[in-house]
């Protein structure tokens, strides 16, 4: 496989201004105000039913920036003394996504007068309907696209007195999330409010609730560019410097999170507050009720113990099913151009993620099902594809072999449901629609350094100041040629894990930690010279400052 280097940019500031298509001046200190059309009316609106004490109800969404928007909207109701409201995320498995009828008869019949969405909403237009006809004014804040009529090709929008949506309602941003859009509606309520709310009070509320934001915005991967990335660097130094809630400080300990990055938090508590709605019914509702802490106490930490167990099990769930896949077509001796994988106890909450890492694995669209627990004749998944690969139109074209119950989505992901008796059928009909999968011949780096404890200090000391990365930020990827392994004590490589499936390669004053790969070197022959491709950060432990580089790719040094 070929290593190339990725454009002709040779510094950070270069690369990451290119990626971002933001100047250097802004990505370091970004001065910009942001608006967006609809705020001030929302704003207007909700404080007039909190003036004459309204029956209020608040739904989200059960995933990281559902559950990161409630616990905004929480804060901002108790904040300001609104006791007869409440703030409420879907049954992952009762209600499924967004707002519904039988929610909305709940809401009538508790004589709500405001129903208020939040990352959600958007495509809510029979049960917006239904709570119209019942007297109810409906603010919806969402960021997701309009559903589009099959007949007209015109986009249905639902009949909201107020919709904030940016993608169709505009503003100085498009790609806002759920949480971000409630931290701008919760400033801007305070902001209306004048003084009827100390300063105080006001920076305390903005602090935790652009927490709350911060984590929605990295956990669905919008794109970390202009507003974006304000919100995400404000809300990170809250987190770092504790002025965010107390539960969500307790569940950045319980996690491990000391250095609060972007990456950190994407891969530990985003993942644990997604792991939540996605293995339980009701685990968003917990995950928002753990954020809205406000003081320590055991049932705290219990709520956040069990969502890194829940987490660590998602992993497991998710690293067991790419396992038994490969196993699969190891025995079958052949990689399908389309990889269907089942299994009768998949929890169907964790399909999406597990048709991701089969994509990845596997360089190819991919689809995880399991059977429906109350129906077990049909089996229900979701799919991924990859870049060039539009999965919608894949499962258009194998429609005619009415081998789909149903299926919807878009060019990189999809929900899809069948019956059990048609499994086989399906996938010889998706394979005979799918093209001819390419293996992955390159991989692409953005700088090369050398292998020097110094080199990769300067790098991540460079590349902090440029923060967050993620969607619309890539995270650096650097070249290390001809490094030689051995630390000051003679040790070219440590294993760790339980099973010994981890190593650790030594450098001079600085680690090479290779997750799974353990096997992958010692099938290379354990080479002592070799060439990293990877991203680098900073490791402190006792005090002391090692530079640690995660690869993505390792070989013997000048193998090509």
Same mark, same amino acid.
């Given at each position: 496989?070929?290593?190339? %280097?990725?454009?002709?940019?040779?510094?950070?500031?270069?690369?990451?201004?290119?990626?971002?298509?933001?100047?250097?001046?802004?990505?370091?200190?970004?001065?910009?105000?942001?608006?967006?059309? $609809?705020?001030?009316?929302?704003?207007?609106?909700?404080?007039?039913?909190?003036?004459?004490?309204?029956?209020?109800?608040?739904?989200?969404?059960?995933?990281?920036?559902?559950?990161?928007?409630?616990?905004?909207?929480? *804060?901002?109701?108790?904040?300001?003394?609104?006791?007869?409201?409440?703030?409420?995320?879907?049954?992952?498995?009762?209600?499924?996504? $967004?707002?519904?009828?039988?929610?909305?008869?709940?809401?009538?019949?508790?004589?709500?007068?405001?129903?208020?969405?939040?990352?959600?909403?958007?495509?809510?237009?029979?049960?917006?309907?239904?709570?119209?006809?019942?007297?109810?004014?409906?603010?919806?804040?969402?960021?997701?696209?309009?559903?589009?009529?099959? +007949?007209?090709?015109?986009?249905?929008?639902?009949?909201?007195?107020?919709?904030?949506?940016?993608?169709?309602?505009?503003?100085?941003?498009?790609?806002?999330?759920?949480?971000?859009?409630?931290?701008?509606?919760?400033?801007?309520?305070?902001?209306?409010?004048?003084?009827?709310?100390?300063? *105080?009070?006001?920076?305390?509320?903005?602090?935790?609730?652009?927490?709350?934001?911060?984590?929605?915005?990295?956990?669905?991967?919008?794109?970390?560019?202009?507003?974006?990335?304000?919100?995400?660097?404000?809300?990170?130094?809250?987190?770092?410097?504790? +002025?965010?809630?107390?539960?969500?400080?307790?569940?950045?300990?319980?996690?491990?999170?000391?250095?609060?990055?972007?990456?950190?938090?994407?891969?530990?508590?985003?993942?644990?507050?997604?792991?939540?709605?996605?293995?339980?019914?009701?685990?968003?509702? *917990?995950?928002?009720?753990?954020?809205?802490?406000?003081?320590?106490?055991?049932?705290?930490?219990?709520?956040?113990?069990?969502?890194?167990?829940?987490?660590?099990?998602?992993?497991?769930?998710?690293?067991?099913?790419?396992?038994?896949?490969?196993?699969?077509?190891?025995?079958?001796?052949?990689?399908?151009?389309?990889?269907?994988?089942?299994?009768?106890?998949?929890?169907?909450?964790?399909?999406?993620?597990?048709? &991701?890492?089969?994509?990845?694995?596997?360089?190819?669209?991919?689809?995880?099902?399991?059977?429906?627990?109350?129906?077990?004749?049909?089996?229900?998944?979701?799919?991924?594809?990859?870049?060039?690969?539009?999965?919608?139109?894949?499962?258009?074209?194998?429609?005619?072999?009415?081998?789909?119950?149903?299926?919807?989505?878009?060019?990189?992901?999809?929900?899809?449901?069948?019956?059990?008796?048609?499994?086989?059928?399906?996938?010889?009909?998706?394979?005979?629609?799918?093209?001819?999968?390419?293996?992955?011949?390159?991989?692409?780096?953005?700088?090369?350094?050398?292998?020097?404890?110094?080199?990769?200090?300067?790098?991540?000391?460079?590349?902090?100041?440029?923060?967050?990365?993620?969607?619309?930020?890539?995270?650096?990827?650097?070249?290390?040629?001809?490094?030689?392994?051995?630390?000051?004590?003679?040790?070219?490589? %440590?294993?760790?894990?339980?099973?010994? &499936?981890?190593?650790?390669?030594?450098?001079?004053?600085?680690?090479?930690?290779?997750?799974?790969?353990?096997?992958?070197?010692?099938?290379?022959?354990?080479?002592?010279?070799?060439?990293?491709?990877?991203?680098?950060?900073?490791?402190?432990?006792?005090?002391?400052? +090692?530079?640690?580089?995660?690869?993505?790719?390792?070989?013997?040094? $000048?193998?090509?």
């Amino acid at each position: 496989m070929e290593w190339i %280097k990725r454009g002709a940019g040779n510094s950070v500031s270069e690369i990451v201004s290119k990626n971002t298509n933001m100047p250097v001046s802004d990505l370091l200190n970004d001065t910009k105000t942001y608006t967006y059309p $609809g705020i001030k009316e929302a704003a207007s609106l909700f404080i007039a039913h909190i003036k004459r004490g309204s029956i209020i109800r608040v739904y989200a969404d059960y995933d990281t920036d559902g559950v990161t928007s409630a616990g905004g909207m929480k *804060e901002l109701l108790k904040s300001l003394g609104v006791y007869n409201a409440k703030v409420l995320t879907p049954r992952r498995f009762t209600d499924g996504y $967004g707002i519904n009828i039988n929610r909305v008869k709940e809401f009538i019949d508790e004589g709500c007068n405001l129903l208020i969405t939040v990352d959600n909403g958007i495509a809510g237009s029979e049960a917006i309907d239904k709570a119209k006809e019942a007297g109810m004014d409906v603010i919806i804040l969402d960021h997701h696209l309009a559903p589009i009529d099959e +007949t007209t090709g015109q986009i249905v929008l639902p009949n909201a007195d107020v919709l904030v949506d940016p993608h169709i309602t505009g503003g100085d941003f498009d790609d806002l999330c759920g949480a971000g859009i409630t931290l701008k509606f919760a400033d801007e309520v305070m902001a209306q409010l004048g003084d009827m709310i100390s300063p *105080e009070l006001k920076r305390r509320v903005h602090a935790r609730i652009c927490s709350f934001a911060a984590v929605g915005t990295i956990g669905d991967v919008v794109s970390l560019t202009a507003d974006n990335r304000k919100i995400v660097k404000e809300g990170l130094s809250y987190m770092q410097f504790g +002025t965010c809630s107390v539960g969500l400080k307790t569940l950045l300990n319980t996690f491990g999170t000391n250095d609060v990055t972007s990456q950190n938090i994407g891969f530990g508590i985003s993942a644990g507050i997604n792991a939540a709605g996605r293995l339980e019914d009701n685990g968003a509702a *917990e995950m928002t009720a753990l954020l809205s802490f406000d003081t320590l106490s055991p049932d705290l930490q219990s709520l956040c113990n069990h969502a890194k167990e829940r987490n660590e099990l998602r992993k497991k769930m998710t690293i067991d099913a790419v396992e038994n896949a490969k196993s699969f077509y190891r025995s079958k001796g052949a990689l399908d151009n389309f990889v269907v994988y089942f299994a009768e106890d998949l929890p169907l909450g964790i399909a999406g993620l597990i048709a &991701q890492r089969l994509c990845e694995e596997f360089n190819r669209p991919a689809i995880a099902l399991g059977s429906v627990p109350d129906n077990p004749n049909i089996l229900k998944g979701s799919g991924r594809s990859i870049d060039g690969v539009h999965l919608k139109e894949l499962l258009d074209a194998a429609k005619p072999s009415g081998t789909m119950l149903g299926y919807g989505g878009h060019a990189a992901a999809a929900g899809i449901s069948i019956e059990r008796a048609k499994l086989n059928d399906f996938i010889v009909a998706i394979n005979s629609v799918a093209p001819v999968a390419k293996s992955k011949t390159e991989i692409y780096y953005d700088l090369e350094l050398d292998a020097t404890r110094d080199a990769l200090m300067n790098f991540a000391n460079e590349s902090r100041q440029f923060e967050p990365y993620g969607a619309g930020n890539p995270e650096l990827i650097i070249k290390l040629s001809n490094l030689k392994l051995g630390d000051k004590w003679g040790n070219t490589y %440590k294993l760790m894990g339980s099973e010994h &499936q981890h190593i650790k390669l030594c450098g001079d004053g600085f680690d090479i930690t290779w997750f799974n790969h353990a096997d992958d070197y010692k099938n290379m022959g354990q080479p002592k010279i070799v060439d990293v491709l990877g991203s680098v950060s900073l490791n402190e432990y006792k005090g002391f400052i +090692t530079p640690q580089v995660k690869p993505i790719a390792v070989k013997p040094a $000048g193998f090509y």
